[in-house]
């Protein structure tokens, strides 16, 4: 597509319960992101893909949380038993590598009740 | 640990006037420093870059100074226009580091007519 895409655009779960992000990067881009935007915070790191090689899993805050990309495309981020504090806004990013050119999608809003 | 640091929540100018947006980095491993601008309910968008070998980098009505010594960048808006409001985020890359960037909290930028 054009641009990335995410799915859903809002997501209101209860406390306890799984929960599938969707990023849909755009076509050729080799390096897909994912980071999430609390209340009055910045931009925070989870995890990294580029290509075929391990991704870089640094900043996943817990092990409720995993992300796949299958592929080499389409990326889930899964949060088991979320929590109120896993209320964010989780944005996804493709880009063609080097850190630059990123393309950021509208995000996923995930609130937590 | 903020290892890009936006200080100021907030600014707020007049319509034509100099914007001046500030951002300091800890991290000297540093050495690539962006601009996104992000509007509600929008990913963020890049505005403008600058490597760390220059100290300026000029693109129309913006242009990003930075001072290695100091690890300090601002961005500077001029003249300032309504539609320029909204939540700016400085962000850095350090070379070899997979192309992670890491990003500050942002500053919500509001141009008065």
């Known amino acids: 597509g054009a641009g990335v895409s995410q799915s859903p655009s809002n997501k209101v779960t209860e406390k306890g319960k799984d929960v599938e992000l969707r990023c849909d990067p755009i076509?050729?881009?080799?390096?897909l992101y994912w980071y999430r935007q609390s209340l009055g915070q910045g931009l925070e790191f989870l995890i990294y893909f580029q290509g075929n090689s391990a991704p870089d899993k640094s900043g996943l805050p817990s092990d409720r949380f995993s992300a796949e990309r299958t592929g080499g495309s389409v990326s889930t981020l899964t949060i088991q038993r979320t929590q109120q504090e896993d209320s964010a806004v989780y944005l996804c990013?493709?880009?063609?590598?080097?850190?630059?050119?990123?393309?950021f999608g509208s995000g996923t809003r995930l609130t937590v009740v | 640990d903020q290892q890009v640091k936006q200080n100021s929540p907030s600014l707020s100018v007049q319509e034509g006037r100099i914007s001046i947006l500030n951002c300091d980095y800890t991290n000297s491993m540093f050495d690539y420093f962006l601009w996104y601008k992000k509007y509600p309910a929008e990913g963020p968008t890049f505005l403008i870059s600058?490597?760390?070998?220059?100290d300026k980098n000029e693109d129309g009505r913006f242009t990003v100074f930075l001072n290695k010594s100091a690890k300090h960048l601002s961005l500077h808006i001029v003249p300032s226009q309504p539609g320029d409001s909204a939540v700016y985020f400085c962000?850095?890359?350090?070379?070899?580091?997979?192309?992670?960037?890491?990003f500050g909290k942002g500053i919500t930028l509001s141009v008065r007519p």
């Open positions: 076509s050729g881009h080799t390096a």
């Open positions: 990013a493709s880009s063609l590598g080097g850190g630059l050119g990123y393309t």
């Open positions: 600058i490597s760390s070998i220059k």
């Open positions: 962000a850095a890359s350090a070379s070899g580091a997979n192309s992670k960037l890491t």
